[in-house]
């Protein structure tokens, strides 16, 4: 197996820990009179797109910067709510740049190129240092130092948090950055504005087609490079853990203006969500990893168990995270713990009025953090509600938010009854392709972030998708799009007035007039529910050959009947949600039929990619090493026809075994 001519990663030689240090040194650069000189384009103002944009134009590069809301502060990045990733070992627990970078190779599943996760791990200390300099209030210990907790797939502390709002924080931090440059003229912000497509001239890309969602009206704007940081897919399968207006719009433009899409199928399904309630919902909601912290996770051994939690004594629960995986217990990565709930509920062992639920319990941490408490206060005889009441103070000011929110939407005191929970959609590990640089297929076009396919394999684990868009923004990018400026300073401006400009704008104006002019019966919602449905009932947490199969026709079914019955109300020149909402679920029509190709492309069993034909005796991933050690990079061809490219994963540093956490 040979990668593919189309992907030249451009890994840097050298000893893999050297690599980052010896491109720096030597990667081309553009003089700052030169700078001031250069365009570029930031599409999404989230972690990566407002670190990106606020660091090129702190270096001197003029800096457009797109969001579809009316302000960077309404990125999906707030909702990120259980920390940030870092090879600091403040705890002396045995921490390290290399053990990082190992715990995430293998968290991925052994499917992320090693170059580029080691990098991360490098520069994530460095993201530690930048944030607090800013302002960004992590929580810290009794003596001052920046205090850390555990996440899923590791046996350290090396998660640096905010309460349970880090994303918030973070994001508060990258938008100030951003602002200041607003505020100076070196960035210019265009709120309330989506990008369309992408303008490609000789090649490379010089600028997009966007439109102003309050008027209506088209908009070219030109750059000598253009950044996609416009965040993850997850809404392809309408219910998840994003924010409703997260699409896959700005990376499926460029991925049909030539950038390779890779790895689609790798989806993260998140553990530890409130449940689904009924056919009403378009959104569900995340409760933080952080929760597995401390919480035990359990479902009554007894099946359709209908007590009240609390009623069921310890002999008669199943705690199956610890049962099945001693060495993690409940801190297992993502896709063990979810497909260990789908197992229970499956089994018959589910809980709550729709049997698919499991219990997240607080009641041992509470009651050892009171009995703390109490041995600080010298407190001897201290009674149970006293130890109960100063455990439930210690709790609160861990993951108060995250309680208070729970209570909110389900009406339950999560202090005196366990939590409901169950997995759902949540991170998109694939994305745009992307070279060492974070450059796509298509010359002068970047992903950053969720974005792209970078550095998490075939499941992210806890805590890196902030890690990953802020070293992307804050020390990648600043790098690496230099050594391309740096052949850019002759091209002089670049005009909107090409004939590039003037052929994607008409396509862009002819789309959106067809979808106007169709003028059926169906909603532009309704057929993003139903393909909702198929994705997560054939390409959801489980998958196989002949589920997938009838999801492709059925995808192309669907297609064709929502380009000749959808209704899109309004008109083009105005403020009008249903036609941006037609749009995106076009995109989302197309990208979901390629996803269920590229799983059904894949026959193994790898991370969040589980294939039900392949798996060991006792239910877990069974990979194929041998035939499927590539990142699947798929280049459009035409409506439902994808070439498939292979890049190669090579393994130098790390030893490849069968993952266990057992």
Same mark, same amino acid.
């Given at each position: 197996?040979?990668?593919?001519?189309?992907?030249?990663?451009?890994?840097? /030689?050298?000893?893999?820990?050297?690599?980052?240090?010896?491109?720096?040194?030597?990667?081309?650069?553009?003089?700052?009179?030169?700078?001031?000189?250069?365009?570029?384009?930031?599409?999404?103002?989230?972690?990566?797109?407002?670190?990106?944009?606020?660091?090129?134009?702190?270096?001197?590069?003029?800096?457009?910067?797109?969001?579809?809301?009316?302000?960077?502060?309404?990125?999906?990045?707030?909702?990120?709510?259980?920390?940030?990733?870092?090879?600091?070992?403040?705890?002396?627990?045995?921490?390290?740049?290399?053990?990082?970078?190992?715990?995430?190779?293998?968290?991925?599943?052994?499917?992320?190129?090693?170059?580029?996760?080691?990098?991360?791990?490098?520069?994530?200390?460095?993201?530690?240092?930048?944030?607090?300099?800013?302002?960004?209030?992590?929580?810290?210990?009794?003596?001052?130092?920046?205090?850390?907790?555990?996440?899923?797939?590791?046996?350290?502390?090396?998660?640096?948090? /905010?309460?349970?709002?880090?994303?918030?924080?973070?994001?508060?931090?990258?938008?100030?950055?951003?602002?200041?440059?607003?505020?100076?003229?070196?960035?210019?912000?265009?709120?309330?504005?989506?990008?369309?497509?992408?303008?490609?001239?000789?090649?490379?890309?010089?600028?997009?087609?966007?439109?102003?969602?309050?008027?209506?009206?088209?908009?070219?704007?030109?750059?000598?490079?253009?950044?996609?940081?416009?965040?993850?897919?997850?809404?392809?399968?309408?219910?998840?853990?994003?924010?409703?207006?997260?699409?896959?719009?700005?990376?499926?433009?460029?991925?049909?203006?030539?950038?390779?899409?890779?790895?689609?199928?790798?989806?993260?399904?998140?553990?530890?969500?409130?449940?689904?309630?009924?056919?009403?919902?378009?959104?569900?909601?995340?409760?933080?990893?952080?929760?597995?912290?401390?919480?035990?996770?359990?479902?009554?051994?007894?099946?359709?168990?209908?007590?009240?939690?609390?009623?069921?004594?310890?002999?008669?629960?199943?705690?199956?995270?610890?049962?099945?995986? *001693?060495?993690?217990?409940?801190?297992?990565?993502?896709?063990? /713990?979810?497909?260990?709930?789908?197992?229970?509920?499956?089994?018959?062992?589910?809980?709550?009025?729709?049997?698919?639920?499991?219990?997240?319990?607080?009641?041992?941490?509470?009651?050892?953090?009171?009995?703390?408490?109490?041995?600080?206060?010298?407190?001897?005889?201290?009674?149970?509600?006293?130890?109960?009441?100063?455990?439930?103070?210690?709790?609160?000011?861990?993951?108060?938010?995250?309680?208070?929110?729970?209570?909110?939407?389900?009406?339950?005191? *999560?202090?005196?009854?366990?939590?409901?929970?169950?997995?759902?959609?949540?991170?998109?590990?694939?994305?745009?392709?992307?070279?060492?640089?974070?450059?796509?297929?298509?010359?002068?076009?970047?992903?950053?972030?969720?974005?792209?396919?970078?550095?998490?394999?075939?499941?992210?684990?806890?805590?890196?998708?902030?890690?990953?868009?802020?070293?992307?923004?804050?020390?990648?990018?600043?790098?690496?799009?230099?050594?391309?400026?740096?052949?850019?300073?002759?091209?002089?401006?670049?005009?909107?007035?090409?004939?590039?400009?003037?052929?994607?704008?008409?396509?862009?104006?002819?789309?959106?007039?067809?979808?106007?002019?169709?003028?059926?019966?169906?909603?532009?919602?309704?057929?993003?529910?139903?393909?909702?449905?198929?994705?997560?009932?054939?390409?959801?947490?489980?998958?196989? /050959?002949?589920?997938?199969?009838?999801?492709?026709?059925?995808?192309?079914?669907?297609?064709?009947?929502?380009?000749?019955?959808?209704?899109?109300?309004?008109?083009?020149?105005?403020?009008?949600?249903?036609?941006?909402?037609?749009?995106?679920?076009?995109?989302?029509?197309?990208?979901?039929?390629?996803?269920?190709?590229?799983?059904?492309?894949?026959?193994?069993?790898?991370?969040?990619?589980?294939?039900?034909?392949?798996?060991?005796?006792?239910?877990?991933?069974?990979?194929?090493?041998?035939?499927?050690?590539?990142?699947?990079?798929?280049?459009?061809?035409?409506?439902?026809?994808?070439?498939?490219?292979?890049?190669?994963?090579?393994?130098?540093?790390?030893?490849?075994?069968?993952?266990?956490?057992?």
């Amino acid at each position: 197996m040979a990668t593919s001519s189309l992907l030249d990663a451009k890994i840097p /030689a050298g000893p893999l820990e050297e690599k980052w240090t010896r491109y720096r040194s030597s990667v081309p650069l553009v003089n700052p009179a030169n700078k001031r000189r250069l365009e570029v384009i930031v599409i999404g103002t989230g972690l990566a797109g407002a670190s990106a944009a606020a660091t090129l134009a702190e270096l001197g590069y003029k800096v457009k910067a797109f969001c579809f809301q009316d302000s960077p502060r309404r990125a999906h990045s707030i909702a990120a709510q259980g920390g940030i990733n870092a090879a600091k070992n403040y705890q002396n627990d045995g921490d390290s740049i290399y053990r990082l970078f190992y715990d995430t190779v293998k968290g991925g599943d052994y499917r992320s190129r090693e170059a580029n996760v080691y990098r991360l791990s490098q520069v994530s200390g460095s993201i530690i240092d930048q944030c607090v300099a800013q302002g960004v209030p992590f929580a810290r210990e009794y003596g001052g130092l920046l205090s850390n907790r555990s996440f899923g797939g590791v046996q350290v502390q090396r998660t640096f948090y /905010a309460a349970g709002q880090t994303g918030q924080q973070l994001l508060l931090g990258a938008y100030s950055a951003l602002e200041r440059q607003v505020g100076i003229g070196a960035v210019k912000m265009y709120t309330r504005h989506e990008m369309l497509d992408v303008v490609v001239i000789d090649g490379k890309c010089r600028g997009i087609i966007a439109r102003n969602l309050v008027t209506g009206e088209i908009e070219r704007h030109a750059g000598h490079a253009v950044l996609l940081c416009s965040g993850g897919y997850g809404n392809v399968f309408y219910l998840s853990t994003n924010a409703m207006g997260s699409n896959v719009t700005a990376a499926w433009k460029a991925h049909k203006r030539g950038a390779a899409f890779g790895n689609p199928c790798f989806t993260q399904i998140h553990p530890t969500c409130i449940p689904v309630s009924g056919e009403h919902q378009s959104k569900l909601t995340l409760m933080s990893e952080s929760l597995r912290n401390d919480g035990r996770i359990w479902v009554p051994l007894k099946q359709n168990d209908n007590r009240n939690p609390n009623d069921i004594p310890e002999a008669e629960r199943d705690y199956y995270l610890e049962r099945r995986y *001693p060495a993690f217990g409940n801190l297992v990565p993502r896709d063990i /713990a979810s497909r260990a709930a789908k197992e229970r509920c499956d089994a018959g062992y589910g809980v709550g009025p729709s049997r698919m639920a499991v219990y997240l319990d607080y009641t041992s941490a509470i009651d050892r953090y009171g009995k703390g408490e109490a041995n600080k206060n010298n407190m001897d005889n201290a009674s149970a509600g006293q130890i109960r009441d100063m455990g439930k103070a210690v709790v609160k000011e861990k993951y108060g938010n995250l309680f208070d929110m729970y209570k909110q939407i389900t009406g339950e005191d *999560p202090y005196e009854v366990p939590m409901r929970i169950y997995p759902a959609v949540h991170y998109t590990m694939g994305g745009i392709w992307v070279d060492y640089n974070l450059m796509t297929t298509v010359p002068g076009l970047y992903a950053l972030g969720e974005a792209n396919f970078s550095d998490h394999g075939a499941n992210r684990l806890g805590a890196s998708a902030l890690m990953q868009g802020l070293a992307d923004g804050y020390f990648v990018i600043p790098y690496t799009i230099g050594a391309y400026l740096a052949n850019e300073i002759r091209s002089g401006d670049i005009s909107v007035n090409h004939e590039a400009f003037d052929k994607t704008e008409r396509e862009v104006i002819e789309r959106i007039e067809k979808l106007l002019s169709i003028q059926g019966k169906t909603s532009p919602e309704h057929f993003h529910r139903r393909l909702g449905k198929i994705m997560w009932d054939k390409c959801g947490m489980a998958r196989n /050959a002949q589920g997938l199969q009838e999801a492709i026709q059925e995808i192309r079914a669907l297609r064709k009947e929502f380009w000749s019955d959808v209704r899109v109300t309004g008109t083009a020149d105005e403020l009008n949600p249903e036609l941006d909402k037609a749009g995106r679920v076009a995109d989302f029509m197309e990208l979901g039929e390629l996803m269920c190709l590229d799983a059904l492309t894949r026959n193994e069993s790898c991370g969040g990619h589980f294939r039900e034909e392949y798996q060991t005796e006792d239910g877990e991933a069974l990979r194929d090493d041998e035939n499927f050690m590539y990142v699947s990079a798929w280049q459009y061809q035409s409506e439902s026809q994808w070439e498939l490219h292979k890049e190669d994963l090579e393994y130098e540093n790390i030893k490849i075994a069968q993952r266990s956490y057992k």
